[in-house]
């Protein structure tokens, strides 16, 4: 056990519609990753967070968006959902978010849209 | 970002040592050599890190060229829990970009 939580566990949804899946990082951890797997394009970081503030972005869709609360839990948010963002999607947390930390993985929100 | 190039698969026998090897050719002096590996159905999990020397840990050993051009994951014997996909990846900044990594397979 990491010490991420996430939730939900699994999210079934249909095109079109728009999903938040919930991210805890570990107690103390000021920086949060989102990260996106599929099948086919392996695992892709998303977008980062420390404290509140964006800190990093990497392959965000325009039509996705993140922010972090002052209680330092995530949130991620996917609208106009395609049948392509079926895929698991993982938060993960660090100390400080600098650059050799070790990144702890939450267990992922499988999202299928049908 | 500086390349890793892993073999797609490996198979080792159940506590027996397994090498898992990683080109990293075009690493820069600031890049650190990262091991993350991925359990099935769970988000991966660190392994191991290092920058020149060889490092250990419990869960392995981290084996470094002289030239950092390459670099070994070594468990020590593997079980059947270390059925994982194994990423080898290099860091010079916070986000960790992963590449396709190896698939081990352990036979009982």
């Known amino acids: 056990d990491s010490g991420v939580t996430q939730t939900p566990k699994h999210l079934i949804t249909a095109t079109g519609q728009r999903v938040t899946l919930r991210c805890s990082p570990r107690s103390g951890d000021l920086s949060v990753y989102w990260y996106q797997q599929s099948l086919d394009q392996g695992l892709q970081f998303l977008i980062q967070?420390?404290?509140?503030?964006?800190?990093a972005k990497g392959n965000i869709l325009e039509r996705f968006s993140a922010q972090q609360f002052p209680d330092l839990h995530s949130e991620l948010n996917l609208s106009s959902l395609e049948l392509g963002d079926s895929a698991l999607y993982f938060c993960a947390s660090s100390v400080v978010g600098a650059g050799q930390e070790t990144q702890y993985f939450g267990p992922g929100t499988r999202l299928l849209v049908l | 970002d500086a390349k890793t190039t892993q073999p797609n698969s490996m198979e080792s026998n159940e506590e027996e040592p397994v090498h898992l090897p990683c080109n990293h050719s075009?690493?820069?002096?600031?890049?650190?050599i990262h091991w993350y590996r991925q359990l099935p159905s769970q988000g991966p999990e660190y392994v191991i890190h290092g920058l020149t020397s060889n490092v250990n840990n419990r869960m392995a050993s981290l084996a470094i060229a002289e030239d950092r051009k390459s670099s070994t994951l070594i468990l020590h014997r593997a079980t059947l829990r270390d059925a994982a996909v194994y990423y080898c990846?290099?860091?010079?900044?916070?986000?960790?970009?992963f590449g396709k990594g190896t698939r081990l397979h352990i036979l009982p």
């Open positions: 990846i290099l860091r010079d900044r916070q986000q960790i970009i």
């Open positions: 967070y420390y404290n509140g503030e964006e800190r």
């Open positions: 075009t690493i820069s002096g600031t890049d650190y």
